[in-house]
């Protein structure tokens, strides 16, 4: 790996814009598989592709550079109609975007690793089968056409390839000859483009090999759409264009969805049952595909491709793999906000010029200004100062804000593939993914909203058949809903599955010994719904035992309210359950060192630590009494924390030194252990206890109670500029 | 198993407990009427500590709470017991025990030494509504909601209560209840 830290992020952030919006076009193309394929779609995903290929091989990131070409070369087929847009394409398709996010995150740490080669490769390799496969024979349509040879000769692939669409399609084809003015050709052009997308597909526009009179320019325009030729003479009235038909529309009354027809597989339903879509019935009309002519499919390194085979290991799962988060650091602005930030600190500058002078004022050796002005003109700078310094704040806050969008574009996909696997039928339905919140949130939320979603599809709603058998309808609806309240943001996931199942939990709960049956009876249904977030109640029960609605969901709580957050579930035998999940806006998030002293349990901002070292009893000196340590030649004070906070002491032999402070100013912190690292969110402790000395706020480590953050800052301040503590001496 | 049953507890967010069985009204729903016009009776809501039975108005408490783990704050106050988590919030939770001078000391029910016994199955927290932010207050049982005129209110004789934290005295039948400035029991 050749390429810069800087080279590499930037390559990172760009690839990572290319692979969201390519996840957006392929959600859509997945969402709508075996409806008729919209041309700009395609196309959007073509060049999404095309752009990162060149992206990847311009930083020499070979694997990436590699596969891409491979996804463009099948999606150029693709929109050129050389081969059908199957079920196993866009999972081919899917799975090439899965595998870009894996190296891409690995190339992010700078690490490259054999697992995801291969699969690149395989991946590679089973779109190469796609499109050596994919020649779709052709008797040419467009020898019907009366087109000169010398347009025909002009047209590119893609849109002879449309044109043919078109005919396929049943829509009529005219040349519409256009002639402009030289001078406003272009607003004309525009014009008449308008008006003509408006009625069908504008094809072509070539300039007209017979340039008609001197004076003007003139095009032909290659025209379909299902229109009848007075009616398109009749619109194009106003407009210096004559139409000239190509190929007759036919009216077709028997078949009035004609595009849709062609849609249905000319082989028997159930001939080939593995291969219909649980997420949407539609069957492929591929016959080389369907007949099993690809030798991939037997091999089983490809097994994949096949909905149905049970995932390999290997297969990229959106709990395991870390594409849910976001690998960059990166953040897009709207310019606003930037410029409203460059406000502030223009302002801010004009209160340092202000401060400036009344300082150079105090300072003159002339006359001074009388002592109480000075003072309220001070008093009114610090104001302002402070103002200023607000908004700045709310602004830079604002910037930190992405929408839920994001995540739910990502949890689309997952719904989708999981509904593939376990042959349900789900329609997932996602509001308010506009409601920003922090960066920070959205990427923490990303792995619990993803758990929740995969147990309601995966457990919460039924097969079809059986959502038959209960009089539901056969499609059940999963449903993700966003939504802002004041400074909080509510995100609700509700399926109409079959709810939780209050006396398998009470049972359950009962049997691995968590309540006693006198209590189980006693509790209210919605107490024992609330049981599924008790950690260990999971692990001590079967998936299948509680509708496996309890899996892992104590770690989602413990991750939401990591948050701040709160999660909630409310649900109905038979009807479906709703998760609620209630967070702050925005949070302000540290790096925690997580000690213990005395049996109590500290966050220390890490930021904060510049080491951390340990020490044995016999190292510790004094100094007039205090306390010191040595730390590579420098003697530095040493707080013990116990001390300082009045605790009762342990004994022990060995102790962990934190270092905090700068330069002179520096303190080791004494603690009796070190528990480990997490991201917290700190609130100040407000109200009465705002000025506790030494203490920042309190965080939740998801413990019962909360967890006091330690402000070094204060306990630097009050240990090196303290007079001597007369209980040291 | 006993522990287990604890930690289920305060697993859970305490639920609202029901308070309908709460409210004893001090006259007769009948009479109620005829006095409206005479006289307005304030609620308020009953509490023990220690054996006393001690009221603040209604309106000044936000919620009851059972009494989750509590975490210490170094150096604190005597009276602050420390702090708790509620739905998100981080409150303090004050003594006032010892201002009343019904205790020595505050009970230690927060951090590794805690007191066994401090803390009973009917102990509960008052989430009390302050200007400078709300805060809980520790008490041994919650008893009921009281109606009770301004006629049903003795003013303090001399010798009777130590400090300006004691409003009154309320009857009720043969019930005595002392009505608390909270404010001031916790400054």
């Excluded at chain 1, 999972?91 to 690149?120: G, M, N, P, Y």
């Excluded at chain 1, 339903?269 to 949407?280: F, M, Q, T």
């Excluded at chain 1, 302002?384 to 839920?404: A, F, H, S």
């Excluded at chain 2, 009948?30 to 809501?45: H, I, N, V, W």
């Amino acid at each position: 790996m050749t390429t810069s830290t800087k080279g590499l992020s930037d390559f990172v952030a760009e690839a990572t814009e290319i692979l969201d919006a390519l996840s957006r076009d392929l959600a859509i193309l997945d969402r709508r598989r075996g409806e008729r394929l919209e041309p700009d779609l395609v196309n959007g995903i073509f060049r999404s592709a095309h752009s990162l290929k060149g992206l990847a091989a311009m930083f020499g990131e070979q694997r990436i550079a590699q596969l891409a070409h491979q996804t463009e070369d099948l999606l150029d087929r693709l929109r050129l109609g050389r081969i059908e847009l199957t079920e196993k394409v866009v999972d081919a398709l899917i799975e090439s975007f899965d595998t870009f996010q894996v190296v891409l995150a690995e190339t992010s740490r700078r690490e490259r690793s054999a697992v995801a080669t291969e699969r690149a490769e395989a991946v590679s390799q089973k779109l190469a089968q796609f499109i050596d496969s994919g020649t779709v024979e052709q008797s040419d349509a467009l020898d019907q056409l009366e087109l000169d040879t010398q347009v025909r000769n002009v047209l590119t692939e893609y849109e002879e390839h449309r044109l043919r669409e078109n005919l396929r399609e049943g829509m009529a084809v005219w040349k519409v000859r256009a002639v402009f003015d030289l001078s406003d050709f272009d607003q004309g052009l525009a014009r008449l483009n308008s008006k003509l997308k408006s009625l069908g597909e504008v094809i072509s526009t070539l300039p007209s090999a017979d340039p008609g009179d001197g004076t003007g320019i003139a095009f032909d325009i290659i025209f379909g759409g299902k229109v009848e030729t007075e009616k398109l003479r009749l619109a194009l009235t106003a407009l210096p264009a004559s139409v000239h038909p190509l190929f007759q529309f036919q009216p077709q009354p028997a078949e009035p969805s004609l595009p849709l027809e062609r849609l249905v597989s000319p082989t028997p339903p159930g001939a080939e049952p593995e291969h219909r879509s649980p997420v949407r019935v539609a069957v492929s009309n591929a016959p080389q595909q369907a007949s099993g002519a690809l030798p991939a499919y037997a091999n089983p390194r490809f097994g994949t491709a096949d909905a149905m085979v049970r995932p390999s290991p290997k297969q990229p799962d959106g709990e395991g793999d870390p594409v849910g988060r976001g690998l960059t650091q990166t953040v897009r602005v709207d310019i606003g906000r930037l410029d409203s930030l460059m406000d502030a600190v223009g302002e801010l500058l004009l209160i340092k010029a202000n401060v400036a002078r009344l300082a150079e004022q105090a300072s003159r050796g002339g006359k001074p200004p009388p002592g109480q002005l000075w003072g309220h003109e001070l008093h009114r700078e610090s104001r302002l100062l402070e103002r200023k310094l607000d908004d700045l704040q709310k602004g830079i806050l604002e910037v930190r804000m992405v929408p839920l969008g994001q995540v739910f574009d990502k949890l689309a996909r997952t719904v989708r593939r999981i509904a593939r696997e376990s042959g349900k039928e789900v329609d997932f339905l996602m509001r308010g993914g506009e409601v920003e919140v922090d960066k920070l949130i959205v990427e923490a939320l990303s792995d619990p909203l993803m758990h929740i979603v995969r147990n309601a599809v995966d457990h919460g709603v039924e097969t079809p058949d059986e959502r038959e058998r209960l009089s539901k309808r056969p499609r059940a609806a999963v449903a993700i809903r966003a939504m802002q309240r004041g400074n909080q943001v509510v995100i609700e996931i509700s399926d109409d599955g079959r709810g939780l199942d209050e006396e398998r939990i009470r049972e359950v709960a009962v049997r691995t010994g968590i309540l006693t049956r006198a209590q189980a009876e006693e509790m209210t249904p919605r107490e024992l719904q609330r049981l599924i977030f008790l950690p260990g109640f999971s692990t001590a029960s079967r998936v299948s035992e509680l509708s496996g609605r309890g899996v892992g969901l104590d770690v989602v709580k413990t991750n939401i309210s990591r948050l701040s957050g709160m999660i909630d579930t409310h649900s109905e035998r038979g009807v479906g359950s709703t998760f609620t999940i209630t967070l702050p806006e925005t949070l302000a998030i540290v790096r925690a060192l997580v000690v213990s002293v005395s049996g109590r349990v500290y966050a220390v901002p890490l930021n904060a630590v510049s080491e951390i070292t340990s020490i044995a009893e016999s190292e510790v000196r004094t100094v007039e009494g205090r306390e010191v340590i040595g730390l590579r030649g420098k003697t530095i004070p040493l707080a013990r924390l116990a001390r300082v906070f009045e605790l009762p002491e342990t004994e022990l032999r060995r102790r962990f030194i934190l270092v905090v402070g700068l330069a002179h100013r520096r303190l080791g912190i004494a603690v009796d252990e070190l528990l480990g690292q997490q991201d917290v969110v700190v609130k100040p402790l407000g109200g009465r206890l705002r000025h506790t000395p030494g203490i920042a706020g309190a965080t939740d480590l998801g413990d019962r109670n909360p967890v006091l953050v330690l402000d070094t800052g204060a306990l630097i301040e009050e240990v090196v500029n303290s007079e001597r503590r007369p209980e040291l001496v | 198993m006993a522990a287990f049953a604890d930690i289920l507890k305060q697993f859970f967010y305490a639920p609202d407990e029901d308070v309908g069985e709460l409210f004893r009204p001090s006259i007769p729903a009948d009479e109620m009427t005829l006095l409206a016009s005479q006289e307005r009776p304030g609620e308020y809501l009953a509490f023990f500590l220690a054996q006393e039975c001690y009221a603040i108005p209604i309106d000044q408490v936000r919620e009851i709470v059972r009494v989750p783990p509590l975490t210490e704050i170094p150096r604190s106050a005597d009276n602050l017991l420390g702090v708790i988590k509620l739905r998100g919030e981080i409150l303090p939770v004050y003594d006032v025990k010892m201002r009343l001078k019904l205790c020595e000391r505050p009970p230690k029910i927060a951090g590794p030494e805690v007191e066994p016994g401090s803390l009973t199955s009917t102990s509960r927290i008052l989430i009390v509504r302050d200007p400078e932010g709300d805060v809980g207050v520790l008490v041994d049982a919650v008893r009921e909601v009281i109606r009770l005129k301004p006629s049903e209110i003795e003013s303090l004789a001399p010798g009777i209560g130590g400090g300006d934290h004691l409003v009154g005295l309320g009857h009720l039948g043969t019930d005595l209840f002392i009505l608390l400035d909270i404010h001031k029991a916790l400054a």
